[in-house]
T-cell receptor
Framework: AQKITQTQPGMFVQEKEAVTLDCTYD???????LFWYKQPSSGEMIFLIY??????QNATEGRYSLNFQKARKSANLVISASQLGDSAMYFC???????????FGQGTELSVKP | DVKVTQSSRYLVKRTGEKVFLECVQD?????MFWYRQDPGLGLRLIYF???????EKGDIPEGYSVSREKKERFSLILESASTNQTSMYLC??????????????FGSGTQLSVL
């Protein structure tokens, strides 16, 4: 069974608009962490945001926020005011149990239109 | 700037060759990881290590081995390369210390083609 599911293979958004990238996860472990990474065409993986399972507040990092809905097991990434440089592949990941060992989703390719 | 460095950005090898992918980090991290990335499959964990001389199998270890003789260096070895090992290989490191954050730091990747 998929542990991390990203149902949107590709998305388009107009520059300066907000966009939500979906991620659902599956775990029975009460302690886990959720991550979002960005991978531009250069190939490097860039850390964006982290949410711990016990964190009470949704994580925010600049224009990025994580909409964490624990009961629904979803961890959607919201990018506000999209920029052309946001065009990239985005991966949702979960750390379950072992430190640093992440399980990744299939990725969503975001294209920002001018 | 903290860094995870992978020795080659592109590599072309022949079927049956022994292939070494090298990864070095300068952050004094305890944990190191090797992932492969394939379109539509995301990243999948091959092997990881929490300490020198220590290794653990990830989700897809078949056909691979690893070596960690020094804390900063983690090598991925393809004993006899096959065409289905053509992929992007990503090395990553992280700290044990939760206070330093749990995030992985990635190298730029090695695109391996096995012909």
């Amino acid at each position: 069974a998929q542990k991390i599911t990203q149902t949107q293979p590709g998305m388009f958004v107009q520059e300066k608009e907000a966009v939500t990238l979906d991620c659902t996860y599956d775990t029975s472990d009460p302690s886990y962490g959720l991550f979002w990474y960005k991978q531009p065409s250069s190939g490097e993986m860039i850390f964006l945001i982290y949410q711990g399972s016990y964190d009470q507040q949704n994580a925010t990092e600049g224009r990025y926020s994580l909409n964490f809905q624990k009961a629904r097991k979803s961890a959607n990434l919201v990018i506000s005011a999209s920029q052309l440089g946001d065009s990239a592949m985005y991966f949702c990941a979960m750390r379950e149990g072992a430190p640093g060992k992440l399980i990744f989703g299939q990725g969503t390719e975001l294209s920002v239109k001018p | 700037d903290v860094k995870v460095t992978q020795s080659s950005r592109y590599l072309v090898k022949r079927t049956g060759e022994k292939v070494f992918l090298e990864c070095v980090q300068d952050m004094d991290h305890e944990n190191m990881f090797w992932y492969r990335q394939d379109p539509g499959l995301g990243l999948r964990l091959i092997y990881f290590s929490y300490d020198v001389k220590m290794k653990e199998k990830g989700d897809i270890p078949e056909g691979y081995s690893v070596s960690r003789e020094k804390k900063e260096r983690f090598s991925l070895i393809l004993e006899s390369a096959s065409t289905n090992q053509t992929s992007m290989y990503l090395c990553a490191s992280s700290s044990h210390d939760r206070g330093r954050g749990e995030k992985l730091f990635f190298g730029s990747g090695t695109q391996l083609s096995v012909l």
